[in-house]
């Protein structure tokens, strides 16, 4: 157990490394810098001070030295300066990690609550009208991008209320931190849910069918008792697996979400980040979501651990 | 002494997309306490289902019971609600399966899987049917049963997991054991193994066993009577010394004749599994069956009746019953 952990965690540091290189070359591909956009928007056109500006930032270093310096500040806990705000990195991005982080926490929690006990439901229940109504359901959460249905929400609030639920850093009432953290939440965790029910549904069905629970019926076991402490059991365990894939997904949604709510957490800031093509902010922000995925997905497989003997023993 | 177990006119069929599957048709046989009946044929003659149907495990829908008793000392199990008969499933009736890798919980230990049962029917206490499950797995000759009880399936060989499926079988003392081709997934040595706890077990506890194989030496070495099932329906039965000694269905004796060692009676060696696949042809769709006798294009005997009239299965000799025109 012990070995699988450390050889796990060697293999995030590689990923990282990985992450670390395609992000810092794929920013460097894009056309333009910093400075190219400065001197577009304000229409300026000193080419002297356009070098300078250039030099300054260190963009005309070869690519292998910029890179050196990005991961040597990290080591040392520098995380540079932005190139937009002048201010440093870390102080740019820590307030906003919260608001992300409770936004996606509250998605993915709201998509395993529902979608695992409403794939069980549908699958205990196949092809009862039950059944074809939730698969119907789950077929449009997975069809409906978040962009739409966040939209969709907006237009929804306005309609019925008069108004949309609006980012409050402290809010009063809990319908309004209800309105402003949980309806965001759910526009993103609508298309997980559904993949989560779907997923639970057919692991459930196959499970259902296999020999071991037939052997549980044949013990006399109430069929709750088959159904949720045999099958279920089983049923999960590629569920959790998707799990830790789907908060990859999360974030395409959250910069999405972010936008369209107004709430100023880290996805939407760096989609500004990335237009100003902020190096400093970019990579870091990058980097860090990077980190959050691995680690998710470093303790999804821990959990697998823990439920299924198989595998806890075969190392 | 009146059986324990009395089957009769049992009828399953699937309804499929293909039409009306007629899995067991018209089945009867009953057993007493301490004995063996065998019930033996090809693959897909509808012992499973014969199984499953008295356990009531048949999926429905597509299955359906469509008629017949099973009494077990004289309750009608087909005639229960599903909560008593979810009483009697484990305690009264167990049975064990052809697949002993996959009839396991995977998550479960071998010990949690024998004690959540021993709770459910004799509403012990946990540490009580925890010390029954080891108790049960000792009985079953697993080494170190203590360890072995807090164990996993899959850290057990087939014959181990087996076994644990036979401790947890008997576990309640059921009065009938249905054991569905219980040796058949396992090596040569071990089968004899097997098959020789469970006639210990039997006759220990005085458990009637329902024997389904496809291998005509176990049914020599274990049984004291044979139903002989063809295409869903019962073509011979008899006690086992007059079946190996007067084998009447040509079926039957396409069977026999297909083990090298079967000279007379019982005598039967097993070296080796015999499977009974050979004889030529196919078993016919159950979903399609012919008019006639269900055999009759197998049949090296067939005469133009056969394929009109299907044979009734009656009494042709002293307590020996087939259902052939020419027997
Ligand atoms: N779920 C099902 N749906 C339709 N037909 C089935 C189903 N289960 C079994 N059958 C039919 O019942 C027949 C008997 O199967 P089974 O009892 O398993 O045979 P065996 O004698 O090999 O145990 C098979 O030929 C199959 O066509
Ligand atoms: S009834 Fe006819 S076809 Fe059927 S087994 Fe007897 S002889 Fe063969
Ligand atoms: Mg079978």
Request: charged residues 20%; hydrophobic residues 50%.
């Amino acid at each position: 157990m012990l070995t699988y952990i450390i050889r796990r965690l060697l293999l995030m540091v590689v990923t990282l490394f990985g992450v670390s290189v395609v992000i810092f070359l794929l920013l460097r591909i894009v056309p333009g810098n910093i400075a190219d956009i400065l001197f577009d928007s304000a229409g300026l056109i000193d080419p002297a001070e356009k070098a300078k500006i250039v030099a300054d930032l260190g963009l005309d270093l070869p690519l292998p030295q910029q890179y050196a310096q990005w991961i040597g500040g990290l080591f040392r806990g520098d995380l540079g300066f932005s190139y937009v705000s002048e201010k440093p990195v870390l102080d740019e991005i820590a307030p906003r990690i919260p608001i992300t982080a409770r936004l996606a926490a509250l998605a993915l929690f709201f998509s395993i609550v529902a979608g695992v006990p409403l794939g069980v439901i549908s699958a205990v229940r196949q092809n009862s009208g039950l059944d074809y109504g939730l698969r119907v359901l789950s077929l449009s959460g997975l069809s409906m991008p978040s962009f739409w249905l966040g939209l969709l929400i907006l237009m929804f609030c306005v309609h019925f209320f008069g108004t949309i639920p609006i980012y409050d850093r402290a809010p009063e009432t809990f319908w309004a931190w209800f309105a402003m953290l949980a309806i965001p939440a759910a526009a993103v965790g609508f298309r997980s849910s559904a993949l989560i029910m779907r997923l639970t549904r057919s692991s459930m069905l196959e499970v259902l069918g296999q020999d071991f629970v037939r052997t549980a019926r044949s013990k006399g076991l109430s069929e709750a008792n088959v159904t949720y402490n045999h099958a279920l059991r089983n049923a999960v365990l590629p569920v959790i697996t998707t799990i830790g894939i789907e908060t990859a997904f999360l974030f395409g949604g959250l910069i999405v979400t972010e936008t369209v709510f107004n709430i100023p957490g880290v996805a939407r800031f760096l989609v500004e980040a990335i237009r100003w093509r902020d190096y400093p902010m970019v990579q870091n922000l990058v980097l860090f979501i990077a980190i959050i995925v691995v680690t998710v997905n470093l303790i999804v497989d821990l959990i697998y651990m823990v439920v299924d003997p198989r595998i806890r023993y075969s190392e | 002494m009146a059986p324990v177990l009395e089957v009769s006119g049992l009828s399953t069929v699937f309804h499929t997309r293909r039409g009306l599957v007629r899995a067991v048709q018209d089945v009867s046989f009953s057993v007493n306490a301490g004995e063996t009946l065998a019930i033996v044929g090809e693959s897909g003659c509808g012992k499973t289902i014969t199984a499953l149907s008295l356990m009531r495990l048949i999926p429905m829908p597509p299955g359906e019971i469509t008629s017949g008793s099973v009494k077990l000392d004289g309750q009608d199990l087909l005639k229960v609600d599903e909560a008593t008969m979810r009483t009697l499933r484990g305690s009264k009736i167990a049975m064990i399966f052809q697949e002993p890798m996959t009839a396991l919980n995977p998550l479960l230990t071998v010990g949690k899987q024998i004690a959540e049962m021993v709770m459910l029917h004799d509403k012990a206490s946990s540490q009580v049917a925890r010390k029954r499950a080891v108790e049960m797995l000792h009985h079953v000759r697993i080494p170190e049963p203590e360890r072995r009880a807090r164990e996993y399936p899959h850290q057990m060989s087939g014959g181990m997991r087996q076994r644990a499926m036979i401790a947890m079988a008997l576990a309640c003392r059921p009065k009938v054991l249905v054991a569905d081709e219980p040796t058949t997934a396992l090596d040569v040595t071990i089968q004899a193994q097997i098959l020789d706890l469970i006639g210990d077990l039997q006759s220990e506890f005085g458990t009637a066993v329902v024997l389904i194989t496809h291998d005509l030496g176990v049914v020599a070495e274990t049984a004291q009577r044979v139903v002989v099932m063809y295409a869903g329906r019962k073509v011979e039965e008899a006690p086992v010394g007059e079946i190996f000694a007067r084998p009447m269905h040509p079926y039957l004796r396409g069977l026999l004749n297909s083990i090298p060692h079967v000279n007379s009676a019982r005598g039967v060696e097993v070296d080796e599994p015999v499977r009974l696949q050979e004889i030529s042809g196919i078993v016919p769709a159950l979903n399609d069956l012919p008019p006639g006798c269900a055999f009759s294009p197998r049949c090296s005997m067939s005469e133009e009746r056969c394929t009109r009239e299907r044979p009734p299965f009656e009494l042709k000799a002293d307590d020996h019953y087939a259902a052939c025109w020419r027997a």
